[in-house]
């Protein structure tokens, strides 16, 4: 079954650090781009970036560069969305997702992560 | 940046009706347009890819159409289970930055 396994739910203080993962399974991890999406409480889907695990090559939304990295480890496929210093603004749910292929160049996001729910309180 | 805006933000029917959401894009996309499902408390499910193909194992109820920057999603016949928050998202954008929707709740009537 091919499938996305996140990490647990995380409760933070404002100005610490956080790395949380996605592990990708019953497929080829370094074939397929990973993307990662935020959704704030009772807000919609944002897009946040997206890696390709075989090289690490990472693209960003404008709106989170700079304020979050993405990376990946192929040799456990594992992808991750890390911030060196959390805001209350970072609670959110965040959704790791598989890019899917069609006909050479359609995309779209086909495997989801169940998600993790990352909340920052003093 | 390409902005995706759904119509309406809002909607209740009843099981049984017909029922279509409309997306729009900013500059034409082609046809680079997918539609979500997603239900409170879950992560999102595909449903249609490339504007008018569907997913596996979603039910033909659910179809998409449209190219260039009008799309809509049309769910036949509402089912108890439809009833969730559909988004769209363009995947136009080279590198790739794939905007959503802000989503449409379906609601029931």
């Known amino acids: 079954e091919v499938q996305l396994v996140q990490s647990g739910a995380e409760v933070k203080k404002p100005g610490e650090s956080l790395k949380i993962s996605c592990k990708g399974s019953?497929?080829?991890?370094?074939?397929?781009?990973i993307g990662w999406v935020r959704q704030m409480p009772g807000k919609g889907l944002e897009w946040m970036g997206i890696?390709?695990?075989?090289?690490?090559?990472?693209r960003y939304s404008p709106s989170f560069q700079g304020q979050v990295t993405i990376s990946a480890d192929k040799s456990i496929s594992t992808a991750y969305l890390q911030w060196s210093s959390l805001k209350a603004s970072d609670t959110a749910m965040y959704y790791c997702a598989r890019r899917g292929l069609y006909n050479w160049n359609y995309y779209y996001m086909d495997v989801w992560g169940k998600g993790t729910t990352v909340t920052v309180s003093s | 940046d390409i902005q995706m805006t759904q119509s309406p933000s809002s909607l209740s029917a009843s099981v049984g009706d017909r029922v279509t959401i409309t997306c729009r894009a900013s500059q034409s996309i082609s046809s680079y347009l997918n539609w979500y499902q997603q239900k409170p408390g879950k992560a999102p499910k595909l449903l249609i890819y490339a504007a008018s193909s569907l997913h596996s194992g979603v039910p033909s109820r659910f179809s998409g159409s449209g190219s260039g920057t009008d799309f809509t999603l049309t769910i036949s016949s509402l089912q108890p289970e439809d009833f969730a928050t559909y988004y769209c998202?363009?995947?136009?954008?080279?590198?790739?930055?794939?905007?959503f929707g802000q989503g449409t709740k379906l609601e029931i009537k």
């Open positions: 998202q363009q995947s136009y954008s080279s590198p790739p930055m794939y905007t």
């Open positions: 890696i390709y695990p075989g090289d690490s090559d990472t």
């Open positions: 019953g497929y080829s991890f370094t074939s397929y781009w």
